[in-house]
Each structure stands twice: as structure tokens, then as C-alpha cells.
């Protein structure tokens, strides 16, 4: 099978960082599949083929950096993406783009943006939304 394995975002917090994600991703029905002291990942943990979501302290020991133009957009159901949006800003996230139809991406396309306490930037899409 070809496909994407996980994404992985860095931290300079990882305590803070799981305060962020946990309930995201628990909204979305993910699990946390992996938690050491330096990272963690949300999946499906009865799958290890569903693409997994890490966020960690880079394995270098550097600064975690974040990258203009770089985003992970999270597939969803179009009547969640309100409630992920606010829970993001809830836990310490950043607006980057309050939820709506952006007709410019599809006649269906609904989302939000985010940035999480790191500045990693973070998107919750529908493309067929009604």
C-alpha cells in the first residue's frame, strides 16, 4: 500500500501541546496511539495502516521551526468543524480562518483554520458539505 504514513509536527511544550490535540482528536474519534516524554500520535489504534499524527520534540534536539506555506488539513464531517475550530481556541490555538464555504476551493468545500500553541498551522475540512 503507497500513502501517507503520518505527520509529524514539532513542539517546544508537549504537555501544552497534548492539552491542544487531545480533545481534537477525540472529537474526531482518533486515539492516542503512541505517548513517550518526547512525542505523541492520534490514529486509529485497531489500524496501523490509517495515517497516524504525531507532535514531539525534533529527534536533533533543535528548536522546533514552523514552516510558512505548511499545513496538515484534517478530513471531517462538515458539522464538526464549527465545534473543532472552537475547541482549538479553547486549548490555546490561533484563528487563521473562522469556519465557512470557501467556493473558491469547491462548490462544497467548508473550513477552518487554526495554528496550534506552536504556530503549526492546522486546517479542518468537508469538500461536499450540503
Not at 534536539?61 to 482549538?88: K, Y
Request: contains cysteine.
Amino acid at each position: 500500500m503507497n500513502g501517507i504514513g503520518y505527520t509529524m509536527v514539532g513542539t517546544t511544550d508537549l504537555s501544552r501541546a497534548l492539552t491542544f490535540y487531545d480533545p481534537i482528536f477525540t472529537e474526531m474519534g482518533l486515539d492516542q496511539c503512541w505517548r513517550d516524554e518526547r512525542s505523541a500520535s492520534w490514529g486509529k489504534s485497531d489500524n496501523e495502516t490509517f495515517p497516524r499524527f504525531f507532535v514531539g520534540y525534533p529527534y536533533d534536539g533543535g528548536e522546533a521551526n514552523v514552516g510558512n506555506g505548511t499545513m496538515t488539513a484534517f478530513l471531517c464531517a462538515a458539522e464538526i468543524i464549527d465545534q473543532l475550530h472552537g475547541l482549538a481556541l479553547k486549548n490555546g490555538g490561533v484563528c487563521e480562518g473562522a469556519p465557512g464555504r470557501r467556493p473558491q476551493y469547491g462548490d462544497g468545500f467548508y473550513g477552518a483554520y487554526v495554528r496550534d500553541p506552536d504556530g503549526n498551522k492546522l486546517a479542518f475540512v468537508c469538500y461536499d458539505a450540503p
